[in-house]
């Protein structure tokens, strides 16, 4: 009978590791994908510390066509950046965002030209985005404003 109880109790013991196992396992694939994502975060974070883009001139001259030129200046890094984005508007509101994929070499040049419907536009900024493996764009948040006179 006493056999019985102990082989009971190794059993018990068994499942009660072989549970613990399996939280320890759904635990650690939970923390690890919230590392990882905060891995990346960072590392996008740190480029774009490293980065910057200016508008140099903004020409709304044509009816609905705003051309834009954006210059890459110099920063501590030299990565590959995904590409800008514009933001074009005007004092009551109306805005348009353009998109000019690609890398921007330093200290080179890049025109744009965009279609907007923003009439009068009075203010132009850039933001400089990385691309991730999957092909998503992160936007760093520190951008750029057109201090000159927009053409219009």
Not at 7 to 13: E, G, K, L, P, T
Not at 84 to 97: F, P, Q
Request: hydrophobic share 40%; charged share 15%.
């Amino acid at each position: 009978m006493e056999n019985k109880k102990a082989m009971s109790d190794i059993i018990s013991v068994v499942i009660i590791v072989g549970l613990t196992m399996v939280v320890i396992g759904i635990v650690w694939f939970v923390v690890q994908g919230i590392i990882q994502g905060g891995v990346e975060q960072t590392e996008f974070a740190s480029k774009c510390l490293d980065v910057s883009a200016r508008i140099t001139s903004v020409d709304c001259s044509a009816t609905t066509t705003c051309t834009v030129v954006v210059k890459r200046d110099p920063g501590k890094g030299n990565d590959v950046i995904g590409g800008v984005k514009m933001i074009i508007s005007n004092d009551i509101g109306t805005s348009a965002i353009s998109n000019t994929a690609g890398n921007i070499a330093v200290l080179a040049t890049k025109t744009n030209s965009t279609v907007t419907k923003v009439t009068d536009p009075s203010k132009a900024e850039v933001f400089v985005y990385f691309t991730g493996e999957g092909g998503e764009e992160h936007i760093c948040a520190a951008g750029s404003t057109f201090s000159g006179t927009i053409n219009s």
